[in-house]
């Protein structure tokens, strides 16, 4: 007999639940009617996905920004915050998009940008690698680089190899972690270079 009635309670707590979308009336039947334990799970499954829908939009919520400098040809030369991961294109339309003058394809549009670096939009007819006479050791290519007093071809591939594995130099000092450039050698050079 008891069987029968909790089986028909359920039917009916179903019944009410399909009816009424569990508005608040069909919730509190199920309460009165379900065992304890029966309850008590129901309020533990609720809790539980509560939970972690909270988990879920904590995790998209809390997402890294980077800081990038945008400057060259660009609209509105500025710095700009950025998702982390953010491509240099987004950097670039951030900034307005690239003025008639820019020569888009001297940037790698795709390349994934870190915090605190510069993106620069060269001038159409701008020697590759050189911004404002200087020699840009984050995009000059090794003929470009041996520009540079005392800077051979070994020393040319040693930079790009550095820049290669450890991404753009944040500061023309970091230079000298490339092997085969001391302070000597940076003095000699640091008013001819830049990082953009």
């Not at 039917?11 to 399909?18: H, K, S, T």
């Not at 129901?42 to 904590?58: H, K, L, N, P």
């Not at 050189?130 to 040319?156: C, F, H, P, W, Y």
């Amino acid at each position: 007999m008891r069987m029968k009635k909790t089986i028909g309670t359920a039917f009916l707590a179903v019944l009410l639940i399909v009816a009424g979308g569990c508005g608040r009336e069909a919730r509190e039947f199920i309460s009165s009617t379900c065992s304890g334990s029966e309850a008590a799970a129901r309020t533990d499954i609720q809790e539980e996905d509560s939970g972690e829908a909270a988990a879920s939009d904590a995790g998209t919520s809390s997402e890294e920004s980077i800081c990038v400098y945008v400057c060259g040809e660009v609209i509105s030369p500025g710095v700009y915050t950025l998702h982390e991961g953010a491509r240099a294109y987004e950097a670039v339309d951030a900034a307005g998009g690239m003025t008639r003058e820019a020569d888009g394809e001297a940037v790698n549009l795709a390349r994934i940008l870190r915090d605190g670096e510069q993106v620069t939009v060269p001038a159409i007819g701008q020697p590759t690698g050189k911004t404002g006479g200087k020699v840009n050791i984050n995009t000059a290519d090794l003929e470009a680089l041996m520009t540079l007093s005392g800077v051979g071809q070994a020393r040319a591939e040693a930079i790009i190899a550095y820049r290669e594995e450890y991404g753009p130099y944040g500061a023309v000092e970091d230079i000298m972690n490339v092997t085969g450039i001391g302070s000597s050698m940076f003095e000699r050079i640091k008013d001819d270079i830049t990082v953009g």
